[in-house]
């Protein structure tokens, strides 16, 4: 962490979509509560029913999540996310899967490009080199042809399109209008960035990929229907309008007093998001 960067006044959320996580949920969150930043933990649990919604719910109580969503039944990563973009108030979001294949202390390397008036958002790549799990040959062939689409049609650079560690300025993140509900929201938040005109950089990050016998719940369906996201949300609307960056940074800005930490909320099957 460069001491030079104004730490101390970030406010960071992060997202965490869960979805049948018992065996890692309350690890990972650990992890997140390490952060050496003020975190805004929010955790959106996608219709459970493997029993990590009752330790969820206990680790609220202990405070160690500040707002828990519980959704009745499992609607998809993309409906998560997107409950947990709604109600986030730090200066910048971040994502961060239930599972444990992705380090949060990335977070910290994501945050100074952002920190530094670099970058309005930030992606964690695979692979530029960082440590990972060598396994599943066809899903990096999958993943590298889902990149490629993507920056045709965005004029991007990135070499990891499908990351799930992103993080991105509040103030850009809810202006864009997502609104996919399962796993197309990895292509469609790149789509709207691009739209937006955001400044996007890349970081290498460390991976420890699941197989499927320890969890691993993306198939090769999700990789297809991924070429009609790619598709659909670059060239159908809606489109996000070309962001304009303050002149102030929100980090600068005086201090508010922090919002009353929230109750559990339980979201009901029908509720649209």
Known sequence: MNPDLPWDRLRLSVVVPSYNERNTIEAILARVRELPLSVELIVVDDGSNDGSDEILTLLEKRGVIDRLILHVRN???????RAGF???TGHVVAIQDADLEYDPRHILEMLD???RGWADAVYGSRFLGGQHRVHLFWHFVGNQGLTLLSNILTDLNLSDMET???VVRRDLLQTLPFTQ????????ITARLAQAGARIYELPISYRGR?????????W????????HILRSNLLPPRAVRWQRPEQDPWDEPQKASPAPHASESVAETEGR
């Open 164 to 166: 799930c560690h992103k």
């Open 75 to 81: 609607r998809g990563k993309g409906a998560a996310l």
């Open 113 to 115: 490009p952002i920190l």
């Open 86 to 88: 709604q109600v986030a």
């Open 221 to 228: 369906t999700d990789g297809v229907a991924a070429f009609w």
């Open 181 to 188: 509900d399962r796993f197309g929201i990895e292509p469609e």
């Open 211 to 219: 197989s499927y016998a320890e969890g691993k719940k993306i198939r």
